[in-house]
Structures are given as structure tokens and as C-alpha cells.
């Protein structure tokens, strides 16, 4: 690890030690900044040639073993300034969606409780418009902030982006700083028994206690992934350290032993076996990233 003025910059770091399928190989660089400015004084910094990659909580990621070219940049418990009023929630990217669930709640406001349901950052749940339980996160945005490849913060409003499933159409040199929600009064003290309801929900219907990235899968129209893996018999499927959760089909657990590949083989025999027997091609809700060996 080097001190460096705007940060801690590491090199060669395992990625297993920060994705939550615990695998991965290293990262050529990993950048923890001081500060949202610090943040924007490095990229400012770097070579415009240097590949950048921005990492929350590390679900929904796949790293692959060969590990990843130029600096992660690692936004949890750096960006994570948090700020509620009456109507209205400021977040930068680094903080959870578990975080901003219960602090609105709190505040006795309402509609983002589904974001308890899901184990990332805002940034993650902006770039993807994550969502769970019917909710979805755009559906909430006014405002965020973004900054460029070469270090330029820009405010951009909702109607600024086209926003789909699991999809929003960010630029592939642009990244998410922060997002402003605006909120609804709540008429009564039920959104912790809301999140409540959610976590429980989350725990029986889910393998939350063993290493997985969540959902893998989108759900294609007019159907669930998970339906579909098991109505052709993979529910609980083995391809070396990796399982088909037993517990929920679009899941894949970590057994203790895999390896990125193990989890990828897996991933490309699930498309294969459901498109060859039911003609639905499934699409990754996990992104994919990274070397492979």
C-alpha cells in the first residue's frame, strides 16, 4: 500500500478480497480516495489512456481470474456522504442501499424502502437502475452528478437519460458521483416494518448467508430466470466450486473452492441448457469483467 496525497493506491490487489462471490484475480491498481474532491483531482491526474473501473459493495460483479487492467476505483466508505430533508435524499455513490432505505425511512419518508433488498451502493444501483420487490431506482431520481474521463463534474437531470430494465445509457467515459431522490411523505410510521417485511422476505426466498453476486440473471419478459432454470432441472447443478443455488435458481453459490472461470462455465451452460430446451435466451444481470487466464 502507498500513502498517496489523495488517497491510499494499491498495487497488484486481490479482487477476491472485494467482490462479493469472493473470487477475482488482482487489480493492476486500486485507488481508495479521501474524498469525492480528492476523487476528482486523481482522475484529473491519471493518463487519458489509463482504464478506470468503479467498484461499490462487489455484487452483481464477476472478476475474472487474469484480474483487472489499470486502477479500480473503490467508492465504498469514501464516497458516502449522506444527506435527508424533508423531501428529498442526497447520496454520493459510495453509500448502500441498505443505508439509504433505513435513513429515509427515518425520516419518515417513503418509497425507496425496496433498496434494503439489495446488497450494493447507489452507484452500482444507478448505473444498472437496480431493483427489488417492484421497485425500481430510477423511478425515484431527479438529479445526480457525473463526472467525465477527464475529470469534469456535470448535474444532469432524469430527463437527461433513456432508462430501461436493468439498463440506463451512460456513457462508457462518464461515471455517477451522487443522485438526489425525491421522496414522499409518509402518512405513517410503517416503513421500518416495510424493510422488516423485505429483509425476512429477502432471507427465506434467497441464499443471502453463502457467497454469491445475487440475481445473475434478468428476467425475460413475461417470465422469471429462476422459473426457467428449474423447469429443465439445474436447480442445484455443481460445475467445480460452483452450485446453482438450492435455495433459489438465479443464484449462483460459491461453494468455498471456486474460481471466476468455474462461476463463468457455469453462467454460459445455464444460457445454453435454457435456450436449447425452452428457446428463451437468458441475458446476465451480473456484469462480467476483467482477463481471463
Not at 466508505?77 to 429515509?104: D, I
Not at 430510477?138 to 432524469?158: A, F, P
Not at 409518509?186 to 416503513?191: K, P, T
Amino acid at each position: 500500500m502507498t500513502n498517496h496525497p489523495l488517497g491510499e493506491l494499491i498495487d497488484n490487489e486481490p479482487m477476491s478480497k472485494h467482490t462479493t462471490w469472493r473470487v477475482g484475480g488482482v487489480a493492476q491498481r486500486y485507488f481508495k480516495p479521501a474524498s469525492k474532491a480528492a476523487l476528482i483531482q486523481f482522475v484529473q491526474q491519471l493518463p487519458a489512456d489509463e482504464p478506470l473501473f468503479w467498484l461499490g459493495l462487489g455484487s452483481n460483479l464477476l472478476v475474472r481470474d487474469g484480474g483487472i487492467k489499470g486502477t479500480v476505483i473503490a467508492q465504498t466508505n469514501q464516497l458516502n456522504a449522506l444527506n435527508v430533508s424533508s423531501h428529498s435524499c442526497y447520496a454520493e455513490v459510495g453509500v448502500t442501499c441498505a443505508k439509504v432505505a433505513r435513513a429515509t425511512s427515518k425520516a419518515h419518508l417513503t418509497g425507496v424502502e425496496f433498496l434494503a433488498g439489495i446488497p450494493g451502493t447507489i452507484g452500482g444501483a444507478l448505473a444498472m437502475n437496480a431493483g427489488a420487490f417492484g421497485g425500481e431506482t430510477w423511478d425515484w431520481v431527479t438529479e445526480v452528478e457525473i463526472l467525465t474521463r477527464s475529470g469534469v463534474v456535470q448535474k444532469r437531470l432524469k430527463s437527461d437519460f433513456e432508462v430501461g430494465y436493468r439498463k440506463v445509457n451512460l456513457a462508457q467515459d462518464e461515471y455517477f458521483l451522487s443522485a438526489t431522490l425525491a421522496l414522499n411523505p409518509a402518512e405513517d410510521e410503517s416503513g421500518a416494518e416495510k424493510i422488516k417485511a423485505l429483509l425476512k422476505r429477502r432471507g427465506e426466498s434467497q441464499p443471502t448467508n453463502k457467497p454469491t453476486c445475487g440475481s445473475v440473471f434478468k428476467n425475460p419478459e413475461g417470465h422469471h430466470a429462476a422459473k426457467l432454470i428449474e423447469s429443465i432441472g439445474l436447480k442445484g447443478y455443481k460445475l467445480g466450486g460452483a452450485c446453482i443455488s438450492p435455495k433459489h435458481a438465479n443464484f449462483i453459490e460459491n461453494m468455498g473452492h471456486a474460481s471466476a472461470r468455474d462461476i463463468e462455465s457455469l453462467i454460459y451452460y445455464i444460457q445454453e441448457q435454457v435456450a436449447e430446451k425452452t428457446g428463451i435466451q437468458l441475458v446476465t444481470e451480473a456484469k462480467i469483467v476483467g482477463i481471463s487466464e
